[in-house]
């Protein structure tokens, strides 16, 4: 059985397949109706699992969700009960309920820790928090968290395709906390607080130096150390930007500003 994968974005496509993995294990289950209300109400297990799959299917995501969450519920000792804790974080996370579905994925790796699932449970939390980044004008903390579960998914399992997903989403996400540290610097630089704004244009050359933001970073040196009155650094930076960067905007920009303020240094 394929899961509905209309309207989704091709980063969920991974989780989706995964997940389509795990429901064909189903086959052969009998189908029935699940009820709108999960209250208590006893079901063989066999019908409480295909209930959830065929609400999942029909792409009642958070209905299915619950209905997973009561097999494990009816039956903590079926060997169900452990699939239905990977489906169910999987179902919540189709609802796009992140926090519960963090919460489940790790439910299922404290209990099963050497399970052959583990490793899309740990790229599902991963997920959950990656498509929850917003915007740098906004907190960064989900980004953080999205790094760190990205980070250990290519860490414990480097060879899988689930780390092969995470190091591209690595890249982006890395972009994206260096753009917070470049706004933030820029506030500094429109606010005349120069000395910290160079500090979080340093941030951005050591520690994101890989990311798209690096050019103008370095820019952004050459213009702080100016105005601090520091055009050696200045020129120091305008070197590393040339060097680098040659042909790039930021380093024609640099080589004007460095000819204009500091004339008796160059910018290569």
């Known amino acids: 059985m394929i899961l509905p994968v209309t309207g989704r974005s091709p980063l969920r496509l991974l989780a989706l397949a995964a997940a389509t993995a795990l429901l064909g294990l189903t086959a052969g289950c009998a189908g029935t109706k699940a009820k709108k209300d ?9 019908t409480l699992y295909a209930a959830a799959k065929d609400r999942l299917d029909k792409g009642d995501a958070r209905q299915a969700a619950a209905l997973f969450d009561e097999v494990e519920r009816q039956h903590p000792y079926s060997p169900w009960a452990r699939r239905a804790q990977l489906m169910s974080a999987f179902s919540y996370y189709a609802a796009r309920d992140y926090a519960k579905s963090v919460q489940s994925a790790q439910r299922f790796l404290s209990i099963h820790p050497g399970n052959k699932d583990a490793p899309y449970a740990y790229y599902l939390v991963a997920l959950c928090y990656y498509e929850q980044i917003s915007d740098v004008t906004r907190d960064q903390k989900i980004t953080q968290q999205a790094l760190t579960a990205l980070t250990e998914v290519t860490r414990r399992y480097p060879n899988t395709t689930y780390a092969i997903d995470a190091r591209l989403k690595l890249d982006l996400v890395n972009d994206h906390l260096a753009g917070k540290e470049m706004e933030i610097g820029r506030f500094y630089q429109r606010s005349g607080k120069w000395l910290a704004g160079t500090l979080r244009f340093r941030t951005v ?30 020129q120091k930076s305008a070197a590393v ?14 080589y004007e500003l460095m000819n204009k303020k500091a004339p008796g240094t160059t910018a290569s």
């Not at 999960?38 to 066999?46: F, L, M, N």
């Not at 040659?246 to 024609?252: A, H, I, S, T, V």
């Open 205 to 234: 050359i050591d520690k994101y130096q890989a990311t798209s933001h690096t050019p103008e970073a370095l820019y952004r040196l050459v213009e702080s150390y100016l105005v601090l009155g520091l055009p050696e650094q200045a």
């Open 38 to 46: 999960v209250a208590y109400v006893a079901r063989d297990v066999d």
């Open 241 to 254: 930007l040339g060097a680098n960067y040659p042909g790039n905007e930021w380093y024609e920009r640099a």
